[in-house]
Structure formats: C-alpha cells, structure tokens
C-alpha cells in the first residue's frame, strides 16, 4: 500500500546540524586508526623488503623512513596503535555489559582519547 504522509515526515539531522558527541568521534577515529595501521604496516613491510633486497633498496627506503614526513607518519602510527588498542579494550567493556550509560560511555571516550595521547608520548620518550 502506497505511504500518502511521506511528504509531512521529518527529515533526519544532517551534518550541519548534528552536535558530534565523543561516542560517535572516537568510533569514527577507530575506524581512521585501523585503516592507518594497514598504512604503517605496509610501510615497515616496505622496509623489511627493501633490507633483504640490498644497500640500494635499504638506502631508499630508510631515507623515505627516518625522513621529517617518514617521523611523522611514524609517530602517528604508534598514536594510531595506542588509540586503536585502547578503543578495543572500551569495546569489550562495552561487550561485557558495563559502561553503556552516557555518562560511563563519554569518561570512556575521553579515557581513550587521553590515555592514547599520554602512552605515545611515553613511548616516544622510551624507545
């Protein structure tokens, strides 16, 4: 049967409307994470190969690496990892039953947010 009222429906919020809320950032940033470790991880492959394939290969490939942008890829992948690994610990927090309410689910995402920006400059500090 045809729907006669389609044209009183509301419409949905767009963008431009939308307030984002930590939630919906810190799962679209999950999602952008994950597709940058593939990223990385071609890139230390590309290394690896280049070091088996001889000085030439190696020289290339250390020089894109250890350049200004190679530090700065570099340095947001162990971003993305931190943030990719603590963003799945909240999702089996959340798989688990706990933490769904609002308030738990936002101190969550600022918890991800937080502790992935402190462990990589920690890191960085380290190695």
Do not use: C
């Not at 947001?76 to 308030?103: E, N, P």
């Amino acid at each position: 049967m045809a729907d006669f009222n389609r044209g009183n429906r509301p419409l949905s919020p767009h963008l431009q409307v939308y307030r984002p809320q930590i939630t919906s950032v810190t799962s679209i940033l999950t999602r952008v994470t994950g597709n940058a470790l593939i990223v990385a991880a071609v890139l230390i492959v590309w290394w690896f190969l280049a070091a088996a394939s001889g000085p030439e290969a190696f020289a290339r490939a250390d020089g894109v690496l250890t350049s200004w942008i190679g530090d700065l890829v570099l340095f947001l992948s162990v971003w993305a990892l931190w943030y990719h690994t603590l963003a799945g610990i909240r999702h089996v927090i959340w798989d688990a039953g706990r933490g769904l309410d609002l308030g738990t689910a936002e101190k969550l995402g600022w918890a991800v947010i937080g502790g992935s920006a402190g462990l990589t400059i920690l890191t960085v500090i380290i190695v």
